[in-house]
């Protein structure tokens, strides 16, 4: 089975940090894209971050600087790095990823991981 496992969410204070890992697993030949989506309450998911094979980069403007995406290959795993966390930042962030395996390229979601800045 192909997915996409996450961790690393939690409580933290305002202007803390965090990191989330996402790990792929299953029969995966390749992986293009991983990225960071994100969805506080009553607000559509959006994207906070993405990595290509090439290992460029891509952030949203409320991220940015604060953030960093980077990938382990060899692991098949994303990592996202979040510093000088916002109250606004709270939401569940989900990983995403293109990957090539059998039966071709396909789409993964992760389970998502809730981060909750507050003191």
């Known amino acids: 089975q192909v997915q996409l496992v996450e961790s690393g969410g939690g409580l933290v204070q305002p202007g803390g940090s965090l990191r989330l890992s996402c790990a792929a697993s299953g029969s995966i030949f390749s992986i293009y894209v991983m990225g960071w989506y994100r969805q506080a309450p009553g607000k559509q998911r959006e994207l906070v971050a993405a990595i290509t094979s090439g290992e460029n980069t891509n952030y949203a403007d409320s991220v940015k600087g604060r953030f960093t995406i980077s990938r382990d290959n060899a692991k098949k795993t994303v990592y996202l790095q979040m510093h000088s966390l916002k109250p606004e930042d709270t939401a569940v962030y989900y990983c995403?990823?293109?990957?090539?395996?059998?039966?071709?390229?396909?789409?993964?979601w992760g389970q998502g991981t809730l981060v909750t800045v507050s003191s």
């Open positions: 995403n990823a293109v990957v090539n395996g059998i039966g071709g390229n396909r789409e993964l």
